[in-house]
């Protein structure tokens, strides 16, 4: 048996091979155009829209002494009661308040059934001190004169 000899030329002659074969290409054809890939259709999906949320109408509170102001939207109990010292928006719902001397009246408005915008169902009325005053009775003494 002939003993093998280690040839240099030949290993790196080799291990050049490998290199070059474990640098990739540049994806390019010989002739030096990228290849043409058809790229897949879009997919097109249908999201069905939600079915609208109907709500039922608010309770609305009939207490006489509170007539103008149940039914009544948020221009017309400006009217009635001034700029308010607060008026908060949620969603579709409003929250007005006035206070004077003798009361602080919260006024709450949601959307009915007919009517273009949120209209009074509900009136709460209650002293500085958090006790509980005749609603009525706070209505009228926080009307504007007219």
Known sequence: MVPHRFVPHRFAVALA???????GGSGMPSG?????RSAPPPV???VPRPA????????????PG????IGADALQL?????????????????KMQWTGPACILDIYLYPQQGA????????DARRGDGREVDRAACVAALRKAP
Request: net charge positive.
């Open 17 to 23: 091979a490998l290199a070059l074969a474990s640098c």
């Open 32 to 36: 030096g155009k990228a290849p043409v």
């Open 44 to 46: 097109r999906t249908t």
């Open 52 to 63: 609208p949320v109907t709500r039922p109408s608010a309770q609305v509170l009939m207490i």
């Open 66 to 69: 509170l007539e103008g102001v």
């Open 78 to 94: 400006g009217k009635v009661f001034g700029t308010p010292r607060l008026h908060l928006i949620e969603d579709d719902s409003r």
């Open 116 to 123: 273009s915008r949120p209209t009074a169902t509900y009136v």
